[in-house]
């Protein structure tokens, strides 16, 4: 039996992409998985999916960045499984693509509240549960804001997925004295739905010649894109005794691609 058998996991964003595919292996390492997510309808099917296997899930549609939203899916958690072991920190967008001159003061904020202050809520609200037990946190930032700062109209996005990085060190040290372990994982361009749900003012960009491509495909290792699944190995590993002794650490997932 591995060491996460019957243990509690919270999954931000689990509808989609990444959290998606990091709920299904953690049900497949036999961890009961709380799913949380804004898009409800996707939501059911990954808890169908993880549900049709005789695994356990449960689904909470809550929006991560509204404090009595995200705190209420963490109780729920608790109330129903008495415990939390893991907490993966995923749900996120891309937010709107513009120039800092266009950016509006409400898009600045969607961005830095969806990503950063929902961070900081879930957090928050988990430690309390954790405390007596130890556990794995684990935030999903970004190569962007982190190693590389190349994509032109991003700059509330990579502020946020900075922040996520300097947050968690804080954390990991603040919460070392309960075992609990807070690591951050920063991928590469992962094949997942973000672009979809990104807008992009493409005119003014090309007005002021900004380009728009993302280096899909650009990684030295693999010449494509990494998979959600690629993401979901590394969060069972963080999640897992295998991982004992790391803490307040970043691991880059993006096939070199932001050593270019
Ligand atoms: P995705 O769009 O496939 O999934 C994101 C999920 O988050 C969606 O299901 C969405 O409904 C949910 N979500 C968004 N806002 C929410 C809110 N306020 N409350 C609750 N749920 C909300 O994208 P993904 O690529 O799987 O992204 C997961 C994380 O990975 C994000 O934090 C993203 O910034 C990060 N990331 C992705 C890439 C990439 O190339 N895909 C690269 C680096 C980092």
């Known amino acids: 039996m ?17 959290g998606r595919a990091a709920a299904i292996s953690l049900a ?15 939501l059911e099917e990954v808890k169908a999916t993880i549900n049709n296997k005789g695994q356990v899930a449960i689904s909470l549609e809550a929006n991560v960045a509204e404090p009595t939203s995200i705190q209420r899916a963490i109780d729920e958690t608790v109330e129903k499984w008495q415990q939390i072991d893991t907490v993966f920190i995923n749900a996120g ?17 969607n961005t830095i509240e969806t990503n950063l202050k929902s961070t900081f ?3 928050k609200y ?39 990085v300097a947050f968690g060190k804080m954390a990991a ?13 920063c991928p590469g361009a992962i094949d997942t739905n973000i672009e979809k749900n990104t807008f992009k003012d493409e005119k003014h960009l090309e007005e002021i010649a900004i380009p728009v491509e993302y280096p899909e495909g650009n990684q030295p290792l693999s010449h494509q894109s990494g998979s959600a699944q690629q993401v979901a190995d590394l969060v069972y590993f963080l999640s897992s005794d295998l ?11 993006d096939g070199a691609e932001s050593l270019l």
């Not at 497949?28 to 996707?42: E, P, T």
């Not at 040290?173 to 994982?185: D, F, H, P, S, W």
């Open 2 to 18: 591995n060491d996460l058998a019957n243990k509690v996991a919270i999954i931000t964003g689990a509808a989609s992409g990444i």
């Open 28 to 42: 497949d390492k036999g961890m009961k998985v709380a799913l949380v997510d804004l898009n409800a309808d996707d």
């Open 93 to 109: 967008i891309n937010g709107a693509v513009s120039s800092i001159e266009d950016l509006t003061p409400s898009e600045w904020d």
């Open 121 to 123: 809520l879930t957090v």
């Open 126 to 164: 988990s430690v309390p549960f954790m405390k007596t037990n130890g556990g794995s946190i684990i935030i999903t930032s970004s190569i962007n804001g982190n190693r590389i700062f190349k994509n032109f109209g991003m700059s509330a996005y990579s502020t946020s997925k900075a922040g996520q």
């Open 173 to 185: 040290l603040e919460l070392a004295q309960y075992k609990i372990r807070v690591n951050m994982i």
């Open 243 to 253: 991982s004992s002794h790391i803490t307040g650490t970043e691991v880059y997932i």
